[in-house]
Nanobody, 115 residues
Framework: QVQLVESGGGLVQPGGSLRLSCVAS????????MGWYRQAPGKERDLVAR???????TYAPSVKGRFTVSNNNSKNTMFLRMDSLTIDDTAVYYC?????????WGRGTQVTVSS
């Protein structure tokens, strides 16, 4: 069984920064990629950033240049550095992991951007 646990969410003012973490535990092997999704109230869950086993990363246009995804493969940990946050970044952020068999999900961490 695989578990993904997110942390680092919270309340931040517009223009501020946060760093999210995701730790994978359990029968973790054959990881193809990991990523961050977010879901705002009344909206669909969207992919924000994704990092592949070789180290390459992709970003949604809305966060490119402001968010940076990174990982520590030896510790099965992924991070999301979020800078220049805006009110539109308010959402629950979910960690996800892809293997050859399936996609796994964390329970999410709330990020609220408000003055």
């Amino acid at each position: 069984q695989v578990q993904l646990v997110e942390s680092g969410g919270g309340l931040v003012q517009p223009g501020g920064s946060l760093r999210l973490s995701c730790v994978a535990s359990g029968s973790v092997f054959g990881i193809y990629s990991m990523g961050w999704y977010r879901q705002a109230p009344g909206k669909e869950r969207d992919l924000v950033a994704r990092i592949f086993s070789g180290g390459s990363a992709t970003y949604a246009p809305s966060v490119k240049g402001r968010f940076t995804v990174s990982n520590n493969n030896s510790k099965n940990t992924m991070f999301l550095r979020m800078d220049s946050l805006t009110i539109d970044d308010t959402a629950v952020y979910y960690c996800s992991m892809w293997t050859a068999e399936q996609q796994y999900w964390g329970r999410g961490t709330q990020v609220t951007v408000s003055s």
